[in-house]
């Protein structure tokens, strides 16, 4: 690692130890294994002294579940001693591949399910921890982070019970609103951009593409994601537009104003590659909105990025986009359970993020700074830098 040097210099704040809900397994594994790999090539001048005790194992993962009783009803059971150690906790609230018996009936575990089991392995630790890092990828009731009128705050209230109950530090992805963190001032709150991986992604995948403005251009699919949309044109060195929805707000369908039409703020699209980047895509039908406006602009390929691609109604839409040439490629990462299916699609690249996972928990488990891991504007120029020497050799 690239960070070694400044991790040699700081001894862990506690004992490592992960805590991956049965909704994030298979991404605590992965995290796991790099972790593992790591240390132990890891060479500390004191290795043997009681401070570094258990640093280097073969697993850092504590056992612990959620058995449920026939009525539903369930306890957090951690198998393995924690006293003095650093925890990681990571779940997927989206994860909806879960069940559980409910008298007999089987059930799909929902958000509130998940956020649930959370609590009780937070309460099973006991406050014998030294310290709780929650990572909650997809931000529990993000949707749901300000008041519009006589309405519930579901995300504040989500984060200031996960404080009450000691947790010190909470990590997430691309919040839908950041700001939400005013509800925890005194505590940690990261939100993380996986800007890097979107950009490493797409050159790993895609050999032709010219990265200037006269060839390629970054689209807001609306004014809430504009921010996103800005830092990446700028890291990119591109322009930027965006689209903004009309709604009709004489009528509430399924708890929202419809939306009429998207309108286009920018420069001309025609001949370019365009990049559309949003938080989520849920059901998709923005994105394949703004996708058909940019195409009827006379725009080139489009590629489809989202942090968390949920497809809450599948893929077929997307599949008659792609053979109808509306979109090119889609990019989502792997912080939400992803479907075979969608892996299997010839249109879909997969961002992974268990590395940088895991690098963030190493820094944090040493107490050292995140901050160039949260910024990636280095790590995007080096590789923007051989993306475009190959392009040229060629």
């Given at each position: 690692?690239?960070?070694?040097?400044?991790?040699?210099?700081?001894?862990?704040?506690?004992?490592?130890?992960?805590?991956?809900?049965?909704?994030?397994?298979?991404m605590?594994?992965?995290?796991?294994?790099?972790?593992?790999?790591?240390?132990?090539?890891?060479?500390?001048?004191?290795?043997?002294?009681?401070?570094?005790?258990?640093?280097?194992?073969?697993?850092?993962?504590?056992?612990?579940?959620?058995?449920?009783?026939?009525?539903?009803?369930?306890?957090?059971?951690?198998?393995?001693?924690?006293?003095?150690?650093?925890?990681?906790l990571?779940?997927?609230?989206?994860?909806?591949?879960?069940?559980?018996?409910l008298?007999?009936?089987?059930?799909?575990?929902?958000?509130?399910?998940?956020?649930?089991?959370?609590?009780?392995?937070?309460?099973?630790?006991?406050?014998?921890?030294?310290?709780?890092?929650?990572?909650?990828?997809?931000?529990?009731?993000?949707?749901?982070?300000?008041?519009?009128?006589?309405?519930?705050?579901?995300?504040?209230?989500?984060?200031?019970?996960?404080?009450?109950?000691?947790?010190?530090?909470?990590?997430?992805?691309?919040?839908?609103?950041?700001?939400?963190?005013?509800?925890?001032?005194?505590?940690g709150?990261?939100?993380?951009?996986?800007?890097?991986?979107?950009?490493?992604?797409?050159?790993?995948?895609?050999?032709?593409?010219?990265?200037?403005?006269?060839?390629?251009?970054?689209?807001?699919?609306?004014?809430g994601?504009?921010?996103?949309?800005?830092?990446?044109?700028?890291?990119?060195?591109?322009?930027?537009?965006?689209?903004?929805?009309?709604?009709?707000?004489?009528k509430?369908?399924?708890?929202?104003?419809?939306?009429?039409?998207?309108?286009?703020?920018?420069?001309?699209?025609?001949?370019?590659?365009?990049?559309?980047?949003?938080?989520?895509?849920?059901?998709?039908?923005?994105m394949?909105?703004?996708?058909?406006?940019?195409?009827?602009?006379?725009?080139?390929?489009?590629?489809?990025?989202?942090?968390?691609?949920?497809?809450?109604?599948?893929?077929?839409?997307?599949?008659?986009?792609y053979?109808?040439?509306?979109?090119?490629?889609?990019?989502?990462?792997?912080?939400?359970?992803?479907?075979?299916?969608?892996?299997?699609?010839?249109?879909?690249?997969?961002?992974?993020?268990?590395?940088?996972?895991a690098?963030?928990?190493d820094?944090?488990?040493?107490?050292?700074?995140?901050?160039?891991?949260?910024?990636?504007?280095?790590?995007?120029?080096?590789?923007?830098?051989?993306?475009?020497?190959?392009?040229?050799?060629?």
């Open positions: 690692m690239a960070n070694d040097e400044k991790l040699l210099q700081m001894l862990p704040a506690g004992t490592l130890g992960l805590i991956p809900l049965e909704s994030f397994q298979e605590g594994k992965k995290v796991d294994r790099y972790l593992v790999k790591w240390r132990a090539n890891r060479k500390y001048e004191h290795a043997d002294t009681f401070a570094m005790n258990r640093y280097s194992r073969d697993s850092y993962i504590v056992k612990a579940s959620c058995p449920r009783f026939g009525s539903g009803e369930a306890k957090g059971v951690i198998s393995d001693s924690v006293r003095g150690y650093d925890l990681y990571m779940v997927d609230v989206t994860n909806h591949h879960l069940t559980y018996s008298c007999g009936h089987t059930n799909l575990m929902s958000p509130d399910d998940h956020f649930a089991d959370l609590k009780r392995i937070i309460a099973a630790v006991g406050g014998k921890a030294r310290r709780i890092t929650v990572i909650i990828p997809f931000l529990y009731e993000s949707r749901q982070h300000k008041r519009t009128s006589r309405e519930s705050l579901d995300c504040a209230l989500a984060l200031q019970d996960l404080i009450n109950m000691g947790v010190t530090n909470i990590i997430t992805f691309d919040a839908h609103d950041p700001k939400v963190q005013n509800a925890i001032p005194l505590k709150f990261d939100s993380v951009q996986p800007a890097y991986q979107f950009i490493k992604g797409l050159l790993n995948n895609v050999k032709d593409l010219k990265i200037d403005n006269d060839h390629m251009m970054v689209i807001s699919p609306d004014e994601g504009t921010n996103r949309a800005i830092y990446l044109a700028n890291v990119l060195g591109l322009d930027m537009g965006m689209f903004y929805k009309r709604r009709d707000y004489s509430i369908v399924g708890g929202r104003n419809p939306i009429v039409a998207h309108e286009f703020l920018g420069s001309s699209v025609e001949g370019k590659d365009v990049l559309i980047i949003d938080d989520m895509i849920s059901s998709g039908d923005s394949i909105d703004v996708a058909t406006e940019l195409k009827k602009r006379k725009a080139n390929r489009i590629f489809v990025i989202s942090t968390f691609g949920l497809f809450t109604n599948g893929l077929e839409k997307f599949d008659k986009a053979n109808d040439g509306i979109i090119y490629r889609l990019l989502t990462t792997n912080l939400t359970c992803q479907d075979d299916e969608l892996l299997s699609k010839p249109y879909y690249i997969n961002c992974d993020m268990s590395k940088y996972i690098y963030i928990i820094n944090l488990n040493h107490d050292v700074s995140i901050s160039e891991l949260l910024d990636p504007y280095d790590r995007i120029q080096r590789i923007l830098t051989k993306y475009k020497a190959k392009n040229i050799k060629k």
